[in-house]
C-alpha cells in the first residue's frame, strides 16, 4: 500500500520563527510532491508542488525534496499567525491503466503563537 | 476565471431523500475529482473523471453516482445515504489526468445526513 507519512503534530512555533514539517513517502516511482495548507473547516489550498531533488523557493516558503531518501519538505520562514493551519503533504501515485491519482499524508497542524 | 465553485455549500438530508452537489470550473481542465474528507481526516479520492469519462472509482458505494454532463460541470447523485456519509465533499480539476499536474479545490460542500 502505497503510504505518505506526517507528524500529526501540533508543531507550535513563535511567530517570526522557521516552521519545518515534514513527509516521508513509500512509493518509490512517485514524481509528483504537493503542500497544501487547510484551515479549520475550508477546503485544501495549493501552497507549493515540487518535482525535482533540491529546494524549490516561493516567498517564504521553501519545499525541498529528497528521492533517494524518499523524503520531502516544507520550510516556512518568518511565520506569521495566519500561517496557523493544518499542513497536508501529497504525492502522485500511479494507479494503474494510465491514472494517477494524490495520496495525502494526515496532515501536520502548525500553531504559531503571537 | 481561475476558480472551482460547488454548491450547495451546505446540505442536510434524510437517509430516504435524493439531492446532488454540483461543481463547476471554467479553466479548461479536463480532469476533475470527488474527494470525501471526515473531520481531522485526509482527504480520500472517490471518483476521477478525465476527459469526461469515468478514470477512477474507489470502491464507493453505489448510493454515490457521479456524472459528468460536459469538461466543465460535475455532479455527484446522493440516495439514500447513510449518516456516517455526513462529511465535507470536496471538487477538484487539474488540466490533465497526469503525474504532474497540479489539483485546484473547491470551497467544498457540507454534507449532513439524518
Known amino acids: 500500500q502505497k503510504e505518505v507519512e506526517q507528524n500529526s503534530g501540533p508543531l507550535s512555533v513563535p511567530e517570526g520563527a522557521i516552521a519545518s514539517l515534514n513527509c516521508t513517502y513509500s512509493d518509490r516511482v512517485s514524481q509528483s510532491f504537493f503542500w497544501y495548507r487547510q484551515y479549520s473547516g475550508k477546503s485544501p489550498e495549493l501552497i507549493m508542488s515540487i518535482y525535482s531533488n533540491g529546494d524549490k523557493e516561493d516567498g517564504r516558503f521553501t519545499a525541498q525534496l529528497n528521492k533517494a531518501s524518499q523524503y520531502v519538505s516544507l520550510l516556512i520562514r518568518d511565520s506569521q499567525p495566519s500561517d496557523s493551519a493544518t499542513y497536508l503533504c501529497a504525492v502522485t501515485t500511479y494507479s494503474g491503466a494510465g491514472s494517477y491519482q494524490l495520496t495525502f499524508g494526515k496532515g501536520t497542524k502548525l500553531s504559531v503563537i503571537p | 476565471d481561475t476558480e472551482v465553485t460547488q454548491t450547495p455549500k451546505h446540505l442536510v438530508m434524510g437517509m430516504t431523500n435524493k439531492k446532488s452537489l454540483k461543481c463547476e470550473q471554467h479553466?479548461?481542465?479536463?480532469?476533475m475529482y470527488w474527494y470525501k474528507q471526515k473531520a481531522k481526516k485526509p482527504p480520500e479520492l472517490m471518483f476521477v473523471?478525465?476527459?469526461?469519462?469515468?478514470?477512477i472509482n474507489e470502491s464507493v458505494p453505489s448510493r454515490f453516482s457521479p456524472e459528468c454532463p460536459n469538461s466543465s460541470l460535475l455532479n455527484l447523485h446522493l440516495h439514500a445515504l447513510q449518516p456516517e456519509d455526513s462529511a465535507l465533499y470536496l471538487c477538484?480539476?487539474?488540466?490533465?489526468?497526469?503525474?504532474?499536474?497540479?489539483?485546484?479545490f473547491g470551497p467544498g460542500t457540507r454534507l449532513t445526513v439524518l
Open positions: 477538484a480539476s487539474s488540466p490533465r489526468e497526469d503525474p504532474y499536474n497540479e489539483q485546484f
Open positions: 473523471y478525465s476527459y469526461e469519462k469515468l478514470s
Open positions: 479553466m479548461g481542465h479536463r480532469a
